[in-house]
DNA sequence: TGTTTGTTCTACATGGAATAGAACAAATGT
DNA sequence: ACATTTGTTCTATTCCATGTAGAACAAACA
């Protein structure tokens, strides 16, 4: 797992960090089962506060990407087929309805934001267990 | 327009008020050439600040959406056709790569996601002109 | 000529973000 | 059994974003 961390950003860091673990789960770097490094080990590895790690860990148990077990670890969860009435799904809903809003707008035609959504899938489900 | 604020929400009040206008426009409630409300009117009618409002304002111009004319108003900006070298494509591209891959990590299948995506498509384009 | 417009400035209060250090009990390693 | 590592929970501090408030200004408008 390669992590770039950019200080200067308007982004917060723990949001950065936690970003870019889900992409690393996505394109299958880690895999379910697997376990996230320590939040000290992996804020020494990052250069950043151990609570910033902390913080991104607790960000991704709370939208069910990982569990955290006290004095263990933080496992990564299975990817379950989701329902409807998930209330992650419902989450995601609204994140992808502000994102293709602001796409049409700015001019995107179905067909191209189609293309954009087949495309990132592909780059994210293409390569796995690349590093 | 009808536009819903929630102060209690951990989503800054500005935001909320660039995404749904955002909304608006994406769903033709608004259209290209015609003008947002003034600052002040707008800021009176939700019950916040005009500094908000503002901010949402300037946040829409950033995103290409609005041009704001200074001492006239804020006009809603033309739709034309996006290239993939256009920067806002590439913000467009970078949010929508997050987006999917937390949605492939919580169990999305890839059908899933385009059937997501061509939904919510449909409900943004399908009432042009419905208040 | 008033009124409204967006802009700019100061000011203040609140809370998030990030860092830092310390302490603790539980889990792990040897 | 002992030492280390683990996540958790405190306190504390600094810096910045958010939101509100009030005032002032020049340009546009009626």
Chains 1, 2 share one sequence.
């Not at 506060?49 to 006290?70: A, C, D």
């Not at 379950?80 to 419902?90: G, L, M, R, S, V």
């Amino acid at each position: 797992m390669i992590i770039q961390i950019e200080p200067q950003s308007d982004i917060p860091i723990y949001m950065q960090l936690t970003n870019q673990i889900l992409e690393g789960i996505a394109r299958g770097a880690l895999r379910q089962g697997e376990s996230l490094p320590s939040v000290r080990a992996f804020a020494a590895d990052l250069g950043v506060n151990m609570h910033t790690v902390n913080k991104s860990y607790h960000e991704l148990e709370k939208r069910g990407i990982i569990r955290i077990v006290p004095k263990s670890g933080a496992v990564i969860q299975s990817q379950e087929a989701i329902e409807k009435n998930n209330p992650h799904y419902q989450r995601i809903q609204q994140e992808m309805k502000t994102v293709i809003a602001e796409a049409l707008v700015l001019g995107f035609k179905s067909e191209q934001i189609e293309e954009l959504v087949a495309s990132v899938t592909k780059e994210l489900k293409g390569k796995p267990r690349l590093k």
